[in-house]
Structures are given as structure tokens and as C-alpha cells.
């Protein structure tokens, strides 16, 4: 059986004792773990510092609207196949030449374990958690053309990360630990961007968060400015040279931190009506 180390965060992935023991948890039980949480929190970075971590590959599944479960098993190419003979391109008899894994396939026929990130299972149609259910629990499949089954040789470490824009079925978050990545508080926010930042001005980044925690606290505010987005904000604001003290009275370079109309307006309307 194979075992891990405990995952503890990474140097630059500054994770809480709840999020570190879910992540634990998942390993030690086998089960995939489902990572909600509001964009920007660090859920697809997650997987990556799990792999550096463990000290293992990462594999990565990038889940849109169009995609079908069986794409991540494999695909088999007939356009390819039919060309080939048509053009003459080749043994089109071989059918294992027009097989591709896709990256679930390939995580269960690595012949080391990996990491598997499922990035944003929910932007996908209601049925696809549901046709993945089979082989999240028996780590096999059957690739009908050649008749044969790819059986996971070690079961991958799985992260699974959602908006939450639609709702997951409960049989599949049944075979699921769970964890909702709340957003950081001040002092472990603080603890990111240093991970991120260390050689910026202390003054910055004690100004520019009093200001991006202010902007999260307004009233009416859609899309409310995420930690990723503080991380930038504080490189542009760093190169261009912005005083601290200038961030308490405007909100230069606020594209990078509000992303929506009426919150830019909301944002820069602030400072002189409610004093932020």
C-alpha cells in the first residue's frame, strides 16, 4: 500500500489546520476531496502545493461546459483513423494508435502515484459527476475499441474544485470529503503575501490591506476582490511606486482589484462617502 507524508502547506502555500487535516483526511481514506470556495482563495493552487508536498506529479483535468466524463478516461480519434486510410498514413488496423488517455487515464496507468485535479467540475452539465461515479469507486475502465481495462496501478490522490454554480448530486459527494476554503483572515492573509511578496514595503501592504478589506465590506459589491487579486494589486501598486498614504485617499490601479462596473464605481465613490 502506497503511503504519504502529511501534507503541511508549502513555502508559499500558507494553508489553515482545518484545510491541511481535510486534505489528510482524503488521503488517508482514499476518497477524492471536493474544494469549494469563493473564486480566488487558492482552490487550483491547492493541488499544486499538494504535489510539491508529496513530492509528486500533478495531472490536471480542466473541466468546461462542453466536457464529457468519458473525455478524461480516453478518446478514440476516427477522424485521424479514417484519413489515414484514406491518405495512407499508416497501420490503420492498429486501433491502439488512435487511443489517447485523457488525464484521469493517464493517472490511473502512471506507474508512480500523482496528484489529480479535477479544476471546476461544476461548469460542466448536471451528469457528469454521476458518470464519474463508477470509476472514482473502482479505479478501472474499459476502452471498448481494444476491449481491454486500465486499472489504476496506485490511486491517484484526487482534488476535485467547485464554484459552486451548480449544485453536485449527493451520491457523488457522498464518495467525497469535503472542505470550504473560507476566506483568510487578516493575519493569515498577511502570512500569503509575505509567502508571495516578502521584499515589499511593510507600510504598502499594511495600507493597500486596509483598503482591500474595506472594499470587501461594502454594501452591494458583486464580485468582491479576491486574495489573488490583492497579489497583484500589491506588485502593480510596488512598481509603480504608489505611497502608502495615497491608498487612503484614491484607489489607483483599481482594474486589478474590482473587475465589475458598478463596483469600480462603488469602490472609487467609497473613500469620500463612507470614509474607506
Known amino acids: 500500500m502506497t503511503s504519504f507524508s502529511r ?30 470556495g469563493e473564486p480566488g482563495t487558492g482552490k487550483t493552487m491547492l493541488a499544486s502545493a499538494v504535489a510539491e508536498a508529496l513530492g509528486l506529479p500533478m495531472l490536471t483535468w ?10 478524461g478516461l480516453y478518446s478514440y480519434d476516427v477522424v485521424q483513423r479514417l484519413n489515414d486510410s484514406r491518405f495512407g498514413g499508416g497501420d490503420v488496423s492498429d486501433i491502439r494508435r488512435y487511443i489517447r488517455l485523457g488525464p484521469m487515464g493517464q493517472a490511473f496507468a502512471a506507474e508512480k502515484p500523482v496528484v489529480l485535479l479535477i479544476d471546476e467540475i461544476d461548469k460542466a452539465d448536471l451528469e457528469f459527476p454521476n458518470d464519474l461515479l463508477r470509476e472514482l469507486d473502482e479505479m478501472r475502465f ?10 489504476a496501478v496506485h490511486r491517484p490522490v484526487t482534488l476535485i474544485t467547485s464554484n459552486a454554480e451548480k449544485e453536485l448530486p449527493d451520491a457523488f459527494l457522498r464518495r467525497c470529503v469535503f472542505h470550504y476554503i473560507a476566506f483568510p483572515d487578516r493575519e493569515r492573509l498577511a502570512r500569503i503575501v509575505a509567502s508571495h511578496h516578502p521584499d515589499l514595503d511593510q ?7 486596509d483598503r482591500f478589506y474595506a472594499l470587501r465590506k461594502l454594501d452591494g459589491m458583486r ?24 491608498l487612503r485617499r484614491a484607489l489607483p490601479f483599481s482594474g486589478v482589484l474590482l473587475k465589475q462596473e458598478e463596483d469600480l464605481l462603488l469602490g472609487h465613490k467609497a473613500p469620500r462617502r463612507a470614509g474607506v
Not at 12 to 22: G, H, K, Q, T, V
Request: no cysteine; net charge negative.
Open 203 to 209: 507600510q504598502l501592504i499594511a495600507a493597500a490591506m
Open 7 to 36: 501534507f503541511a502547506g508549502t513555502s508559499r502555500y500558507i494553508a489553515d489546520d482545518d484545510l491541511m487535516a481535510s486534505v489528510n483526511a482524503a488521503i488517508a481514506l482514499k476518497r477524492p476531496l471536493l474544494v469549494k
Open 142 to 151: 474499459t476502452i471498448s475499441e481494444l476491449d481491454e481495462t486500465v486499472s
Open 223 to 246: 464580485k468582491k476582490p479576491s486574495t489573488s487579486e490583492l497579489l497583484d494589486w500589491l506588485v502593480v501598486l510596488s512598481r509603480a511606486g504608489v505611497p502608502a498614504e495615497e
Open 62 to 71: 480542466h473541466v468546461k461546459s462542453t466536457t464529457k466524463a468519458a473525455e
